[in-house]
């Protein structure tokens, strides 16, 4: 029975089979021969900014080594890398107590030195000595007033000779004792004089020494010499933080600004000073980051190095760019541009519209009765997405850009508008 039923159905495929072979009807003739569809853009004339682009890196021109002032062992660690960090913002905090102490110890040294001033000041001994001057001008003048009387008495035999030459040496011993009191009246004067002024520059020392053990207090807590974006710390918590140390602490990089380094060929930095100004009036410069977005903020060139390099030819030019959102780091590549000519009137077709053979330039353009024709152009500047046509179209002119794979000179095609397609994740 089965093999009845398959004989059966044998010869109906075969002719069925056949049958799909046979002549095709008007409707598929005419499908296969309609013109082959192109999209196209009409050349019209426009005015176009032509830039000069050249390759960039950023950089940080005023990153900051963070280092310690004095010896000791971290306590505290208070940031994270890569956080935003302030200028005075506290980041290592080291053990104080050795600081602390040695401000206690100064302050003792000094209070016991302004004693020592105080007691000199007060000149005790000089105020001694000239007591004991006065005293000896007391007894010279007593001395003075018994020779005066007994001398007119002895030269009239009232009054002993005797008592005259007492008189005398007691006069002559009042005189040695003013003499050797007024010395030491001197030297006790000078010699105050000289300890108060040693006394008080032994202060002085000491309020330095004061002074300086507070500031190493100060210095026990490490802040951020400036604001910016800080590392990885290089010493953990417990470690000797040392100020003669090679390697720092950590380091800052500020953001903003952010600092652009590119290099030109001579010619290119004479095109770029064509005003005769210096380079800070060049044009803004826009930077072209790695994504192919272009970053908000224009710059501008602040510095050119002073010579160019024999080896390569070019010159180094640094610009700055805001850079408020920190969006931007040092290292970064991209690429920057500024407008070196403004053209009007200019063709622009779009880059993939060009065909390149060798060193010949092509385009397919539709002419009359929509037939392709092939046209040998010149390009310029690339333009964004375009290339600028110096030579080989007209304005009007129909040019191909999607469907240049199906068709050939002399062909006609179905030309429709052409619909620009955005690239991914492209942003201006």
């Known amino acids: 029975m089965k093999l009845s039923v398959w004989s059966g159905l044998v010869p109906i495929t075969m002719l069925a089979s056949l049958a799909g072979c046979g002549p095709k009807g008007p409707s598929q003739v005419s499908a296969q021969a309609a013109p082959p569809t192109v999209e196209i853009v009409t050349v019209a004339p426009s005015d176009a900014d032509i830039y000069a682009e050249y390759p960039a890196q950023t950089y940080a021109r005023n990153m900051v080594d963070v280092r310690g002032r004095v010896e000791g062992y971290i306590e505290k660690w208070l940031f994270r890398p890569g956080q935003e960090v302030t200028q005075g913002q506290p980041l290592y905090v080291l053990d104080l107590r050795p600081f602390e102490a040695q401000v206690q110890q100064a302050q003792g040294t000094l209070q016991q030195t302004q004693a020592d001033l105080s007691f000199a000041q007060r000149q005790v001994s000089l105020r001694q000595a000239e007591a004991n001057l006065a005293a000896a001008q007391s007894s010279l003048l007593k001395a003075q007033q018994d020779y005066d009387r007994l001398k007119p008495l002895v030269e009239q035999d009232a009054a002993a000779k005797q008592d005259l030459d007492a008189a005398v040496a007691a006069l002559s011993s009042a005189q040695a004792s003013v003499r050797a009191n007024q010395a030491n009246v001197e030297q006790t004067r000078l010699s105050t004089e000289t300890q108060v002024q040693s006394t008080q520059g032994k202060v002085e020392a000491q309020r330095g020494a004061l002074q300086t053990a507070r500031l190493n207090v100060e210095y026990g807590t490490i802040q951020a010499p400036i604001s910016g974006l800080i590392g990885d710390t290089q010493v953990p918590v ?119 053979n060798q060193s010949v330039q092509t385009v397919y353009v539709v002419g009359a009765g929509d037939k392709i024709e092939g046209r040998g152009v010149k390009t310029g500047a690339r333009i964004g997405d375009s290339w600028l046509i110096e030579q080989g179209l007209e304005p009007g002119e129909r040019v191909v850009v999607e469907g240049l794979l199906t068709v050939r000179p002399g062909m006609v095609v179905h030309p429709i508008r052409y619909q620009e397609k955005a690239a991914p994740g492209k942003t201006n």
Do not use: C
């Open 238 to 356: 417990g470690g000797l933080v040392n100020p003669n140390a090679t390697q720092p602490l950590t380091t800052i990089v500020p953001l903003d600004p952010i600092w652009v380094r590119f290099k030109v060929s001579e010619a290119q930095y004479l095109a770029f000073k064509k005003t005769g100004g210096p380079v800070q009036d060049g044009p803004p410069l826009q930077l072209l980051l790695a994504d192919n977005s272009t970053f908000a903020q224009t710059g501008k060139v602040t510095n050119a190095l002073n010579e160019v390099d024999p080896r390569t030819g070019t010159l180094e030019m640094q610009a700055e760019f805001p850079n408020p959102q920190h969006r931007l780091l040092p290292g970064q590549f991209g690429r920057v541009r500024y407008v070196a000519d403004h053209r009007t009137g200019a063709i622009l077709v779009p880059q993939r519209a060009v065909q390149q």
